[in-house]
């Protein structure tokens, strides 16, 4: 696994930051609290989606409260390109992320992507966090974990927890065969049990025999009965069928009788309606000539009535020409007075344009004074970051003491305690007295000058609004008059319309009194001519009623035919109501007797189907006890089975760790002997996973030793149990180491030897990252990357 590159955004003390990593022994150097190991929290953020610190914390104190903070990261394995973006989103710092291989999306998830990458790393966090992982302060974790513990975090850390799950496994899957063997033999029967059943069968066995022979019986008797009851049943149905013939025949007849009587009726009706239809053709010809005058009188209305409209027609557009006329004379001198005010619009505009153009000048004014007020409020904040800074520094630096060692570089403090206090307070009055004051003079100075300025365009924006208020005013005159005109334009069109129609109508002979006398009279010969029609529709009506006439009689020799034919029918059936009930008694008295016979024969058979189905249940709880007990010794040996499984995979579990101990200790031993320069000979467990040093041929406990020993090993230790992991999985994905201040605790000979050691395990791991505030180390390092701070945030430049 080799890191190619990491993007920071709005994470922790990174504004926004790409880092392209390069291969080799690497130096992170630069002043505490600058972000060097907040790199390492990130790449282990990315892998693994755990964050450094509460979620509220990780956002940039620069950055906005919804701004999301995002991690990415690529990396190599096995020719393969991985690329991981974590975000978290929104104020609450939801978290997203996505992992991509070969440009191509494998996980979409939180969870799929720390699970993937675990699959892909080789290693769960624990793991790479106590191997080739160290932040700062957690060196010694491994050897400061005691005891049991111990044991169970080298067997997490080298990937045997697999082994505790198998063999869990295999735990649950006995324990499942155990529960099943006892709630299977709760279920059995008894012996007793078993005896009664097998008597019951019996029993009922004996009862079945003597039950078939009952229905036999039965069956023999309703089989002979059905025979008898078929030959009745034919004898019948052939009287049914004579009786229904004889019955159609009947209910023909009654209907054709009852159309005979509707025709003989139908036609007497007819004959009368004629008789008063030749009546209204008498009093038709009577009328004749009173209707001749009224489609006289009809014709002189209508065109009375045509040249009274016409009339009514002209008087009314004359009104309309008289309105309109005086309306546009009124309109037109209201307009006139309109047009003078207009006049105004032309000298208010260019007022309007000379204050929008002292405005912009004000505005521009504004933008400066502003911009050189953030700009001293930036310095003032500078200055006083600056003194709370060296008053920290103070407090610290008393609250050690000149005796103390630098918590982080271990060098004695008093040989520059007094100088740096010193320096520290007067850097302190500088700030105070001198830079401080004048610069708040000048936010002073400034601040007054930009409310003035912003008094002088309030007013101008009062005196513009007002200007532009009269203006929006007389622009709705304008929109009004033209409005108006539009409208005197239409009117005259309308004038001229009224005039040319008044023209085409010219003079219209009208009497009144003429009008009044054609419609008295035509009022007076209205109902007669009502009559007259009445009576022309009933006079047609004549011809269609002879006719309908003629038909009837015609349908009543039909009908009177039809009935002859139908007596003869009746007569030829020979149906006989005598013989017909006869034979339907006897029918009915066989169908009672078999319906009873069939009745008993079905109880019979259903008492039989009672006694088989006991049969079959009590079979059925005697084979599936039987076969329970099968099933039963069966899970018994699988439980032996299992039993001993569980012996064998508990010792190979312990096997398995006791055979990592020589190896780790192999490797922890090789490199503690040249970081010690052959001092120290050798390094190995003891059957609780204590580590023991050989000193002059003697085993000691890890805690005789001193600081930077104790580091030291458990830095040999740390890589010694990733070189273990990588034989132990047959793979050499982790192709990177990363130490946070592993160099504290050790004098300039032991760290040559630290960095010639990590020097030799290029070859194993292709990139090693080393962080430190010494800056002595610098020249120890092939490459270097320098993390420092700045007012856009922390950054890492290569030197």
Not at 3 to 25: D, M, P, V, W
Not at 294 to 308: D, G, S
């Amino acid at each position: 696994m080799i890191i190619q590159s990491l993007a920071l955004k709005n994470f922790r003390q990174y504004r926004n930051t790409t880092i392209e990593f390069k291969e080799g022994l690497i130096g992170i150097i630069g002043k505490n609290g600058s972000g060097k190991s907040t790199i390492f929290n990130a790449i282990v953020c990315a892998l693994y989606g755990v964050l450094p610190t509460s979620r509220e914390y990780i956002r940039s104190t620069f950055a906005e409260d919804n701004a999301t903070v995002a991690i990415e990261l690529v990396f190599e394995i096995d020719n393969n390109r991985y690329h991981v973006v974590r975000e978290y989103r929104g104020k609450s710092l939801q978290a997203h992320a996505s992992l991509y291989k070969n440009n191509s999306a494998i996980a979409t998830s939180a969870t799929d992507v720390t699970k993937s990458l675990e699959d892909i790393i080789g290693m769960p966090q624990d793991a790479f966090m106590h191997s080739v992982f160290a932040a700062q302060g957690e060196l010694r974790q491994i050897s400061d974990t005691r005891g049991a513990d111990r044991r169970e975090l080298i067997r997490k850390i080298m990937g045997f927890s697999m082994l505790d799950d198998i063999l869990q496994m295999i735990r649950d899957d006995r324990n499942d065969k155990r529960r099943f063997i006892e709630g299977q033999q709760v279920m059995l029967l008894s012996e007793e049990d078993i005896k009664v059943k097998e008597s019951e069968l019996e029993k009922h066995y004996q009862e079945l025999s003597h039950k078939e022979k009952t229905v036999d019986e039965f069956q023999k008797n309703h089989e002979l009965l059905s025979q008898k009851f078929l030959k009745a049943q034919k004898k019948f149905e052939e009287q049914q069928e004579i009786y229904k013939k004889h019955n159609d025949l009947i209910k023909k007849k009654t209907e054709i009788q009852a159309h005979l009587d509707n025709c003989t009726h139908n036609i007497a009706e007819a004959k009368e309606r004629l008789k008063q239809l030749e009546n209204a053709k008498v009093e038709h010809e009577k009328l004749y000539s009173q209707e001749q005058k009224y489609n006289v009188c009809k014709k002189q209305k209508e065109q009375l009535e045509h040249a009274r409209m016409m009339n009514m027609k002209k008087q009314e557009l004359q009104k309309q020409y008289d309105e309109l006329i005086h309306e546009l004379y009124e309109k037109e001198q209201s307009i006139e007075a309109e047009k003078e005010e207009l006049k105004k619009l032309d000298n208010l505009e260019t007022m309007i344009k000379q204050y929008e153009n002292r405005k912009n000048e004000i505005e521009k004014t504004v933008q400066s004074l502003q911009g050189k007020l953030y700009e001293i409020r930036e310095d003032l904040g500078g200055i006083e970051k600056s003194v709370k800074d060296r008053k920290k520094h103070i407090e610290q630096i008393k609250k050690l003491g000149k005796e103390a060692e630098c918590p982080v570089c271990l060098r004695p403090l008093h040989e520059a305690y007094d100088a740096t206090i010193a320096r520290l307070t007067a850097e302190i009055e500088g700030y105070e007295k001198k830079e401080k004051a004048q610069l708040k003079s000048d936010a002073e100075k400034t601040e007054l000058m930009m409310k003035n300025t912003e008094n002088e365009l309030k007013e101008i924006d009062t005196q513009r609004n007002a200007l532009q208020q009269q203006k929006a005013q007389l622009l709705e005159k304008k929109k009004n008059v033209e409005k108006a005109l539009g409208e005197i334009r239409k009117k005259k069109e309308n004038l001229n319309a009224i005039n040319l129609q008044l023209q085409e109508l010219g003079n219209i002979a009208f009497d009144e009194h003429e009008y009044d006398r054609v419609v008295e009279e035509y009022t007076n010969l209205e109902a007669i001519h009502t009559r007259f029609i009445g009576l022309d529709v009933l006079i047609r009506e004549i011809p269609v009623v002879q006719q309908k006439i003629k038909q009837l009689e015609k349908q009543k020799d039909e009908l009177t035919s039809e009935i002859k034919k139908n007596s003869e029918s009746i007569t030829n059936v020979a149906f006989s109501e005598t013989l017909y009930s006869e034979i339907k008694i006897e029918y009915e008295s066989i169908l009672q007797e078999k319906e009873k016979i069939t009745k008993k024969l079905n109880e019979e058979k259903l008492l039989y189907n009672d006694i088989k189905n006991a049969i079959n249940k009590i079979v059925s709880e005697l084979e599936k006890d039987k076969h329970n007990r099968q099933r039963i010794e069966a899970t018994k040996h699988e439980f032996e089975l299992l039993q001993r499984l569980e012996k064998v995979m508990d010792g190979f579990r312990e096997s398995v760790l006791q055979m990592a101990k020589p190896v780790i200790a192999n490797y922890a031993s090789s490199l503690f002997n040249q970081l010690t320069q052959g001092r120290y000979q050798e390094i190995k467990m003891d059957d609780n996973f204590n580590f023991l040093i050989m000193d002059d041929g003697k085993w000691y406990p890890l805690s005789r030793f001193s600081g930077g020993e104790i580091d030291c090993a458990n830095l040999c230790l740390r890589i010694a149990i990733s070189n273990a992991i990588r034989d132990f999985s047959g793979s050499g994905a982790v192709g990177f180491m990363a130490f946070d201040e592993i160099f504290g605790s050790q004098d300039n000979e032991r760290r040559n030897a630290i960095i010639n050691a990590l020097y030799s395990l290029q070859e194993q791991y292709r990139q090693i990252f080393i962080i430190s505030h010494i800056d002595d180390v610098k020249e120890l390092f092939p490459s270097i990357l320098h993390v420092q701070t700045s007012a856009a945030g922390s950054k890492a430049v290569w030197m």
